[in-house]
């Protein structure tokens, strides 16, 4: 019998990445969501796998399996902006209510828990690179904080059930990502400007441009969460990309790329956006013995392709 691992949120742009890795690993492999921002057609070439299954199930009710399990990878949550201004009490239940049903689930079959979290839980830093010791900068009342808080509260569930019962966690705290099958209105910068330069829009940009981001591409991700899954550190873990842009660049970068010639147009900056972001990877060179692979224009051009097949114009 095949180990089998759970991906809540499996149906989402990182999760059904994940499910490929672990069936291409040997896992069978469970995918859960509840479809409010995840897409089954994420799942679709897998639908036939005999290792593969989807459940559709909101885990921030009681999650049920009644069979072993390898591991627990908790990635369900709305992820971008848009998604958890759009869905904000769903957010902190997800990350509060979900991280404690997943939890409880791994406690019970002596199953490996990973979460899922973010780069966010460092706010708007004043700490620059971020490590994974800076405790943050982060407004708890604003509206990014359903995410921001949601998230520093997952981790701080998982650390405890680490130590007071002994299961064997992991945090992944996540940077910027992107790669084939984001969502085409998924609200963040990569996908927004794919999609306007690809429609023949103007580009838009929020605030100046001057603000940093650093952008991973989704394999060298996936493969820096399998590492940190198959490895006995338990403290959170930044994967991402330190190479850093300016909004602006990529903005400029893509519609070279795509030769769309449209215009940057700029609107207000949100609430309580990041000015800088780029991760410290120190912990993950010298513990996983993982770094980014892929060149960020090599990523641009694979998602470029994948976007291009599914605009209808």
Same mark, same amino acid.
């Given at each position: 019998?095949?180990?089998?691992?759970?991906?809540?949120?499996?149906?989402?742009?990182?999760? *059904?990445?994940?499910?490929?890795?672990?069936?291409?690993?040997?896992?069978?492999?469970?995918?859960?969501?509840?479809?409010?921002?995840?897409?089954?057609?994420?799942?679709?070439?897998?639908?036939?796998?005999? %290792?593969?299954?989807?459940?559709?199930?909101?885990?921030?009710?009681?999650?049920?399996? %009644?069979?072993?399990?390898? =591991?627990?990878? &908790?990635? =369900?949550?709305?992820?971008? $902006?848009?998604?958890?201004?759009?869905?904000?009490?769903?957010?902190?239940?997800?990350?509060?209510?979900?991280?404690?049903?997943?939890?409880?689930?791994?406690?019970?079959?002596?199953?490996?828990?990973?979460?899922? *979290?973010?780069?966010?839980?460092?706010?708007?830093?004043?700490?620059?690179?971020?490590?994974?010791?800076?405790? #943050?900068?982060?407004? $708890?009342? #604003?509206?990014?904080?359903?995410?921001?808080?949601?998230?520093?509260?997952?981790?701080?569930?998982?650390?405890?059930?680490?130590?007071? &019962?002994?299961?064997?966690?992991?945090?992944?705290?996540?940077?910027?990502?992107?790669?084939?099958?984001?969502?085409?209105?998924?609200?963040? =910068?990569?996908?927004?400007?794919?999609?306007?330069?690809?429609?023949?829009?103007?580009?838009?940009?929020?605030?100046?441009?001057?603000?940093?981001?650093?952008?991973?591409?989704?394999?060298?991700?996936?493969?820096?969460? +399998?590492?940190?899954? &198959? +490895?006995?550190?338990?403290?959170?873990?930044?994967?991402?990309?330190?190479?850093?842009?300016?909004?602006?660049?990529?903005?400029?970068?893509?519609?070279?790329?795509? #030769? +769309?010639?449209?215009?940057?147009?700029?609107? %207000?900056?949100?609430?309580?956006?990041?000015?800088?972001?780029?991760?410290?990877? +120190?912990?993950?060179?010298?513990?996983?013995?993982?770094? $980014?692979?892929?060149?960020?224009?090599?990523?641009?051009?694979?998602?470029?392709?994948?976007?291009?097949?599914?605009?209808?114009?």
């Amino acid at each position: 019998m095949k180990e089998t691992i759970l991906v809540t949120g499996g149906a989402g742009f990182l999760g *059904s990445h994940l499910c490929d890795r672990l069936l291409g690993e040997g896992y069978a492999v469970i995918a859960m969501d509840n479809l409010i921002t995840g897409d089954t057609a994420n799942l679709a070439h897998l639908i036939d796998h005999e %290792d593969f299954r989807f459940i559709q199930h909101d885990v921030t009710n009681y999650i049920y399996l %009644d069979q072993p399990l390898y =591991a627990v990878l &908790h990635f =369900a949550s709305p992820a971008s $902006p848009q998604d958890y201004l759009d869905y904000p009490i769903h957010t902190l239940k997800v990350g509060s209510l979900g991280t404690h049903a997943a939890l409880g689930l791994a406690r019970r079959l002596g199953a490996r828990f990973l979460l899922a *979290s973010t780069s966010e839980v460092y706010g708007d830093p004043q700490v620059h690179p971020q490590k994974e010791d800076y405790w #943050g900068h982060v407004n $708890p009342i #604003g509206p990014r904080g359903v995410y921001d808080e949601a998230k520093r509260f997952a981790e701080a569930m998982t650390m405890a059930y680490h130590r007071t &019962h002994g299961v064997n966690t992991k945090i992944v705290r996540i940077f910027n990502t992107f790669g084939p099958r984001m969502r085409l209105n998924d609200g963040r =910068a990569i996908p927004n400007f794919l999609t306007q330069a690809l429609n023949g829009e103007e580009i838009t940009i929020f605030g100046d441009g001057n603000q940093t981001r650093s952008f991973c591409y989704v394999a060298d991700l996936v493969d820096g969460i +399998s590492r940190l899954l &198959h +490895s006995d550190l338990h403290d959170p873990c930044n994967i991402g990309n330190p190479e850093e842009w300016t909004v602006r660049r990529m903005a400029e970068e893509i519609r070279d790329l795509v #030769g +769309s010639g449209t215009k940057l147009v700029f609107r %207000d900056l949100p609430v309580d956006d990041p000015k800088v972001r780029q991760p410290d990877i +120190s912990r993950a060179r010298a513990k996983l013995g993982w770094e $980014p692979k892929t060149d960020v224009r090599e990523g641009l051009r694979h998602t470029l392709e994948d976007f291009q097949r599914r605009i209808v114009r």
